[in-house]
């Protein structure tokens, strides 16, 4: 999922060596999915080797804010409002 930067872009940050992320014991991002097999497409195609890829591990790595519903991809997830007051109650 690696891609060139277009020319004027910003370019990501280096991708780390492979191996699982280090932010996966404690990534929030486990806790939206109620489908494993869905959890596990992010997972492999982030988690386990491509986490230099993942939007939410850049962000943490800068110290900034990681919404919950930052996906890997750097999309947002749609959820209705009233869900995610109660997932971070």
């Not at 910003?10 to 494993?36: K, V």
């Not at 080797?49 to 750097?74: K, Q």
Request: contains cysteine.
């Amino acid at each position: 999922m690696r891609t060139v930067p277009k020319s004027g872009m910003r370019t990501r940050a280096p991708i780390p060596g492979r191996g699982a992320c280090p932010h996966s014991m404690a990534c929030q991002m486990y806790d939206l999915f109620t489908s494993r097999e869905i959890l596990n497409v992010w997972k492999e195609n982030y988690c386990q080797d491509a986490y230099g890829d993942c939007a939410r591990y850049r962000r943490a790595c800068t110290g900034s804010f990681v919404p919950l519903t930052l996906l890997p991809n750097g999309r947002q997830l749609n959820v209705d409002e009233r869900w995610l007051r109660k997932a971070t109650a």
